[in-house]
């Protein structure tokens, strides 16, 4: 049996990985500034995350959501401990798309309401209501497209309002900072804006913080920039380090209760682990730090480049725009220099998505490697 050919794949074969490096079958070795697309946040086989992942499974791997699991409390402890978020409650899935999922699910029984606010260039995953709110016709099925969705310009605060007031709006899902429609970011004025029309016309106001959480930006959370307090804050990526697993922070005024949501693998023990064992080393290898020490250290080679028209982003999620399409360079940057980037929706853009432990020369090498191909 073949694979269904969705993916345009780069003929590369990762065997093993160490920190900020992959190694294919030939024993080549990558930079990865692409993280597998945000989601290496510790590094890759972190000692201490393959350690407690491989005891874990030695003790047990896995059971049903239906027994006491002290993990998930273990997890929700630390991830209260690293954003402040004092009073939210945690669920755990296994994806971004699934935690979006619920989120919109939460905000709809929670405000008896059913139409969902996005943004232009907006990304929150491929399925049901995510994919729905996600601004891609392509990857929109007739079977999503059933689902009420309004998508408006980015900082468009007055059109917010105009759409809140007929009191059929469930939530608005936002990313503070896009990742994959190209980092753009609004003003404090349109988030702080739109949390507060949230609040005034009971809609769950969605943090979609699944590729700019646990620490990418230099922030536990993107939002955490902004006076705003969401209802419901969606995770996953960089949580897990490469073990799948996604959830929802949610804040105190929306009540659970038995079956309003579930899930089989969400919050297994393994994933758990992983979870906290990601905070861990984020903490005793202070990366939240080193992600705004390398932020400022990529931007400041980034200026001397005259080449690169605009240097978007926050902490270690950047994006460096040409005035040419950047498919044929980043090619050249893989295939060449040994360099994973990423890709935007904007073809301009380069994406730079690093393990949150880089250092500065690996940073030094990049540019080597970028002067190289744009001479
Ligand atoms: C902001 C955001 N939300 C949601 C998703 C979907 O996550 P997943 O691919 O884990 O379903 C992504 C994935 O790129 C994302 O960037």
Redesign the pocket.
């Known amino acids: 049996m073949s694979l269904f050919n969705v993916y345009p794949l780069f003929d590369i074969t990762p065997v093993k990985a160490e920190d900020v490096f992959v190694f294919d079958e030939n024993n080549t070795k990558y930079l990865d500034l692409y993280g597998g697309?945000?989601v290496i946040s510790i590094g890759h086989s972190h000692p201490k995350y393959v350690s407690a992942i491989s005891e874990q499974v030695s003790k047990i791997g896995f059971y049903s959501n239906s027994i006491q699991n002290p993990l998930q409390v273990a997890l929700a402890k630390k991830i209260v401990a690293f954003s402040g978020c004092i009073d939210y409650t945690l669920f755990l899935c296994?994806?971004?798309?699934?935690?979006?999922e619920n989120a919109l699910k939460l905000s709809s029984f929670h405000t008896k309401k059913k139409k969902v606010l996005a943004f232009k260039n907006?990304?929150?995953?491929?399925?049901s209501a995510?994919v729905a709110a996600t601004d891609n016709a392509k990857i929109i099925a007739p079977i999503n497209a059933q689902q009420e969705v309004e998508i408006l310009e980015l900082g468009d605060l007055e059109g917010v309002e105009k759409a809140l007031a007929n009191n059929d709006v469930c939530a608005v899902i936002i990313?503070c900072i896009?990742?994959?429609g190209g980092l753009d970011e609004s003003t404090a004025e349109f988030y702080e804006g739109v949390d507060a029309l949230c609040k005034k016309y009971n809609v769950c106001f969605i943090a979609?913080?699944?590729?700019?959480g646990f620490g990418r930006t230099g922030d536990f959370f993107a939002f955490q920039k902004y006076n705003i307090t969401p209802d419901i804050i969606?995770i996953?990526?960089g949580m897990g380090n490469g073990f799948?697993i996604?959830g929802i922070l949610i804040h105190p005024n929306i009540t659970a209760s038995f079956g309003l949501l579930g899930t089989t693998f969400g919050g297994n023990h393994l994933a758990c682990v992983a979870s906290s064992t990601v905070l861990e080393v984020i903490e005793e290898e202070n990366l939240m730090q080193n992600a705004k020490e390398m932020s400022a250290y990529f931007m400041e080679k980034a200026e001397t480049i005259s080449e690169i028209k605009n240097i978007k982003g926050r902490g270690l999620m950047l994006g460096l725009e040409f005035d040419f399409p950047i498919a044929d360079l980043r090619k050249k940057l893989i295939f060449e220099h040994k360099i994973f980037t990423g890709s935007a929706k904007n073809p301009n853009l380069l994406r730079i998505l690093p393990p949150l432990t880089i250092k500065k020369e690996h940073i030094d090498v990049f540019f080597e490697a970028l002067k190289n191909e744009l001479n």
Do not use: C, I, L, M
């Open positions: 697309h945000a296994n994806s971004g798309a699934e935690a979006n907006g990304f929150h995953g491929r399925t995510a990313e896009q990742g994959v979609d913080e699944v590729q700019s969606s996953a990526k799948p996604g």
